[in-house]
């Protein structure tokens, strides 16, 4: 009973370095999204998927590209990796995006020094 | 600029007593609010939600209220218990989730 699984758990880069995030989903969500925290930010989108085939900017696009593979894998990758994007990432997927309900992954902290 | 705050970074509480979150907005086109709860080194879990035609929704100890003239979403706990204490997050959508800066509840025995 997987879920949202994401890896790796925890990176850290050195600045200018690249660097891939995985999430891979069995829930059969039609739309999956990368989010990261920051302490008093709350969650703010990067990326997201509404559906397999395509990708659409969220709020905090810089700096990101991101794949959906197939209906279960959306990857996200720092192409030249900045000490601003130190963060915890949270994949999530969802059914639709109607109601908002999103089922997370349980995070991948990232630090870039 | 923010379109969903939570002015309170913390809260605490007796065990026992109620517990409310507070939650504003500025975008009146939202047409969904909702509330997540984090535990430390988990993903955020969908705790409730209320469509923007609604005032109240009700879920065992947890009650989301709306009050779209003041745009305000709040959200009470009752009665609170240890294993409420999380990071709560308030949302709202309309196209895509946008999250508020979140309030950490400590529920104390």
């Known amino acids: 009973n997987a879920g949202v699984t994401q890896t790796p758990k925890f990176q850290v880069l050195k600045t200018g370095q690249s660097m891939t995030l995985q999430c891979a989903q069995d829930?059969?969500?039609?739309?999956m999204y990368w989010y990261r925290q920051d302490p008093g930010m709350g969650l703010r989108l990067i990326y997201y998927?509404?559906?397999?085939?395509?990708?659409d900017k969220g709020e905090v696009p810089n700096g990101y590209n991101v794949s959906r593979l197939n209906k279960r894998e959306f990857s996200l990758r720092l192409e030249s990796a900045a000490p601003s994007q130190t963060s915890v990432y949270f994949c999530?997927?969802?059914?639709?995006?109607?109601?908002?309900?999103?089922?997370f992954g349980e995070g991948s902290r990232l630090t870039v020094l | 600029d923010q379109q969903v705050k939570q002015n309170s970074p913390s809260l605490s509480v007796q065990e026992g007593r109620i517990s409310i979150l507070n939650c504003d907005y500025t975008?009146?086109?939202?047409?969904?609010f909702l509330w997540y709860k984090k535990y430390p080194a988990e993903g955020p879990t969908f705790l409730i939600s209320i469509s923007s035609i609604k005032d109240k929704n009700e879920d065992g100890r947890f009650t989301v209220f709306l009050n779209k003239s003041a745009k305000h979403l709040s959200l009470h706990i009752v009665p609170s218990q240890p294993g409420d204490s999380a990071v709560y997050f308030c949302?709202?959508?309309?196209?895509?989730?946008?999250f508020g800066g979140g309030t950490r509840l400590m529920v104390k025995p």
């Open positions: 998927s509404a559906s397999e085939g395509t990708t």
């Open positions: 975008n009146s086109m939202f047409d969904y």
């Open positions: 949302a709202a959508i309309r196209n895509m989730l946008t």
């Open positions: 999530a997927g969802a059914h639709g995006l109607d109601t908002g309900e999103l089922f």
């Open positions: 829930m059969n969500h039609n739309s």
